[in-house]
Structure formats: structure tokens, C-alpha cells
């Protein structure tokens, strides 16, 4: 089902500046871990949310419906493997080390409060790039496929990865360039199931699993 064109335009007016003031948060990712998550988790979930609401949308249309969610544990069960690999090989990178080695002296002292605050960021994250992004552009799919054949959902996925890549900046090289093939890869999962929920349980896992293989290599537990 397609959307009105004013609510694609509000959606693609104001996406690259939530996307901004997410990118520039008040908070130190490294050293305030919580307050930077809770900043994210506004800009890119209520202020989404909101937006959603005043147009009249349900944001269980737009991504937070659990879908088809047997085909999403199996896209993260696959996700989580291929991850783990690269993970195994990243964290002797010297880049990555000193990227995540600061959130996962966090992490160490704080576990708890660690995991609920990555929880709520990424479903603001995902939820603003696969969900507010991909189906407030595109519309819910009629029939879901994995990859689609409409030119307008090819149009969102791209301007949502877009902004998904550049919003990587600042972190290793590789996982920048491989944010853009990640974001294509979320995109597809969440257009397939109609719900952001497997993207948001993949990202939220691949984050602490390099989180924890960068405290085990460098600080244990």
C-alpha cells in the first residue's frame, strides 16, 4: 500500500535531519555509553514515532508488527554466523581494537545497564532506517519477496542506506564500507518479514559480539 506523497516528503525532508542529530550527539559514545544510547534512542525512535503518529500511521505498519518472524530468526541466525567470522577476524585489527575498546570497559562495569541501552538504541536505529525510512517511502508490501521488483522500494532502500552508511562514519574503514552492504542486507530482511524486529535483534547482537570479543582479547571478563 502506497503512501501520500506529502507523507513520503515530510519523511524525506526530515529523516537527513534526525539522522544528523542522532549522528551529533551531546554524549561521548566512549565515556557516557547510557546517556549516548537514551540521546539516540530519541532522535531515532520517539522523534520517528511521533512523526508516524501525526500522520495518521500506525508505527505497527511501518516495521513494529513481528511479522514473519520465523524467517527473521533464521536472517539472524545466518547474520549472527557470518558476524562471528568476521568478528573473530576484526578484533586484531588495530582500528577496531581501539574503537571498541573503550565501550567494552563499559560493557565490563556495567553489563546490564550495557545490553539495555544497546537494546534501546538499536530499536530506535532500526526502527528509523527500516522501518520510518523503507516503509514510510515504499509502503508495506502486497506480497513480500526478498528482493523486490517495484523501483520505489529500490528508492528507499538506497536513500535509507544511505544515510545508514554515513551515519558510520567515524568508525574502522572496513565496517563503514561494509555498512552499506549491511544496510542493503537489513533492508531486504525487513521489506521480506514486514517487521524491523529481525534487524533490530541482528544489530543489537553483532554490536555486543564485538563488544565481547573485544573485552575478551584485550580485557577478559
Sequence with gaps: MAQPF?????????????AIAAYFSPFNQHSEWHLWCFWGFLCTFV??????VALGQSPLQWGLSFGDWRFGLL??????????????????QPDFLAYYLPIAIQHQQAPLRFWLSLFAYMLGWEFFFRGFLL????????????????????????FSTLLFGLSHWGKPVLEIVGSFLA?????????????CWAPIMLHTLVFGLFTLLVQWRTLRF
Design 6 to 18: 506529502f507523507s513520503r516528503s515530510l519523511i524525506a525532508t526530515t529523516s537527513p535531519l534526525i
Design 47 to 52: 522523534l520517528p514515532v511521533g512523526i508516524t
Design 75 to 92: 536472517c539472524v541466525g545466518i547474520g549472527l554466523a557470518v558476524m562471528t567470522g568476521l568478528g573473530l577476524w576484526a578484533v586484531n
Design 135 to 158: 516503509f514510510g517511502l515504499a509502503g508495506q508490501p502486497d506480497h513480500p519477496t526478498f528482493l523486490p521488483v517495484q523501483p520505489k522500494v529500490w528508492l528507499a532502500i538506497g
Design 183 to 195: 544496510g542493503v542486507f537489513l533492508c531486504l530482511i525487513a521489506w521480506r518479514t514486514r517487521s
